[in-house]
């Protein structure tokens, strides 16, 4: 009864459809569209044509929310004549009707007018049909609040689904039947999901029965054939969320997640400890939330930091242990990470984070020992480690405040870092052509290994870190070699 008296009211309060659209129509218009934007919407109507604002491009001014780094424009022109009327064009895709042009600052994206038909691939449509009606344009598409069209020449503001009031409700709703907007493209449970998650906004009951219905072969829906590149672009951008847990957990019922990230989905129902609140699936999204959303390496360190929990779960006073789980996870947050095509390097910085994100600090390490730490870590990623321990803490659920430990153990770093730097091989007062000619052997793992060795010392001796004081280390090794020519030299 509450929910519906809820709904009653904002119902009552926000007026009629045509209400809403007009207070949208007024935003828009008052909005300062740059001059770039205006002047190509004014080189695609020459000659009777006809252009509007589609897409995000209104919906996020709507949401007074700063919208992606592209406009979305479409036209009545087709796509050969939108070539020749602008100098920088790219024919993104232009055997559906996408042209990009970039004559401004921002790209916009144009594409022209257009009924689709059926989607056999359950990504693209197989025909497509121009037209010159924008309501059929925007009757294909998958979402009502990316349903609405706005040519700030004239004020004219199409809305044929009613998404500006769905924007006032802040409800989530498709075009049509949402399992038919599914079947078209495999990939739009997880738009829905990401969009939900980055605008905040609530999936009505329809579009949440569909979800829910996904897993059930009889709907026609399909996503074995959606290409991981774009599914990584989705959760890309999903990852910019202030929650991106909402997003993981609208996935949960549509079997996706198990689909495309299962190393994350096993970890539902796996109970912890008394030191947490939450099972290892809650745990790592609230621990994703905590993170920072403008450090997407910590973020996705944060989601997957204890994926290796399910692995190493061992009862132990009928509580779970989870020893090792970091190794484990870092190796199963590479397979997942390289199955959604993902950079090489960021792939890897993840991983590190994973491995390294159980480190446990002891006011009574001495300096050498967090000099080696240092070394182990590398201090380009101290600052990452640091905001992911905090993030855990807070996704713990039971755990309140900062870590107090961390701020003494900031203050050593800083410290030490300005007595040496030398916390790697690099960073050596000699080099390996120092070693070769003071050793007077050839390039090979020798090499390697006596620079680990003054390393070592050096971690012990910052102030041993000078040339003549390595080269005398190495003098004296080569002495060690002389004496016992059959065996490998002892480290200095």
């Known amino acids: 009864m509450r929910e519906f008296l809820r709904r009653w009211w904002q119902n009552w309060s926000l007026g ?22 205006l002047g190509a919407l004014a080189r695609l109507r020459e000659d009777g044509g006809r252009a509007y604002l589609v897409g995000g491009t209104v919906r996020d001014v709507l949401l007074g929310r700063e919208g992606d780094s592209s406009i979305d424009v479409a036209t009545s022109i087709v796509p050969e004549d939108v070539v020749r009327r602008f100098e920088r ?30 989607y056999s691939d359950a990504r693209r449509p197989d025909r497509v049909a121009f037209t010159t009606d924008p309501l059929a344009d925007l009757d294909r598409r998958d979402l009502t609040v990316n349903a609405m069209a706005f040519d700030p020449a004239s004020g004219e503001l199409l809305d044929p689904h009613g998404g500006a009031r769905d924007l006032e409700r802040r409800v989530l709703r498709a075009v ?29 009951d329809e579009l949440q029965r569909a979800l829910a219905r996904l897993p059930d072969p009889d709907t026609g829906y399909r ?36 689909l495309w990230m299962p ?39 944060a989601l997957l930091h204890d994926i290796g929990k399910p692995d190493t779960r061992e009862e132990r006073g009928g509580e779970g242990t989870f020893y090792n789980h970091h190794f484990v996870g870092a190796e199963l947050a590479g397979v997942l990470l390289e199955r959604l095509r993902f950079p090489t390097a960021f ?17 009574e390490w001495s300096d050498a020992a967090v000099r080696r730490w240092l070394a182990h870590v590398g201090t380009d990623h101290v600052a990452d480690l640091f905001d992911l321990r905090i993030a855990d803490r807070i996704g713990n659920g039971r755990k309140r405040g900062f870590p107090t430990y961390l701020d003494p153990l900031h203050r050593r770093i800083d410290q030490l870092l300005e007595e040496s730097r030398a916390l790697n ?68």
């Not at 232009?94 to 009924?115: K, M, N, Q, S, Y």
């Open 263 to 301: 190393e994350l989905d096993r970890c539902r129902g796996v109970t912890q400890n008394r030191y947490h609140e939450y099972d290892v699936f809650e745990h790592s999204l609230h621990t994703c939330d905590a993170a920072p959303a403008t450090k997407p390496v910590v973020r996705w360190a």
């Open 176 to 204: 049509g039947d949402p399992l038919e907007r599914f079947r078209e493209d495999g990939l739009r449970p997880l738009r829905a999901a990401r969009l939900s998650a980055t605008l905040e906004l609530e999936m009505d």
């Open 16 to 37: 009629s459809e045509g209400a809403a659209r007009e207070r949208a129509r007024a935003r828009l218009s008052a909005h300062p569209w740059p001059a770039f934007v």
């Open 347 to 363: 792939r890897e910085a993840v991983v590190h984070l994973v491995r390294e994100h159980m480190f446990d600090y002891h006011p």
């Open 425 to 492: 091989v690099r960073d050596l007062a000699v080099d390996g052509t120092d070693v070769m000619r003071e050793l007077g052997i050839a390039p090979g793992p020798e090499v390697r290994e006596t620079l680990e060795a003054l390393l070592e010392e050096v971690l012990d001796h910052p102030d041993r870190n000078r040339r003549e004081v390595l080269l005398a280390r190495l003098a004296e090794r080569r002495g060690e070699r002389a004496l016992a020519p059959e065996s490998r030299a002892e480290s200095p």
């Open 223 to 258: 996503a074995s054939g959606v290409a991981f590149e774009r599914v990584q672009g989705e959760l890309v951008q999903l990852m910019k969320a202030r929650e991106p847990s909402r997003g993981f957990r609208s996935l949960v019922p549509t079997g996706l997640l198990g």
């Open 89 to 118: 064009v790219v024919p993104t895709g232009i055997a559906h009707g996408t042209v990009t042009i970039l004559d401004g600052p921002v790209p916009v994206e144009c594409t022209t007018f257009r009924r689709e038909d059926r």
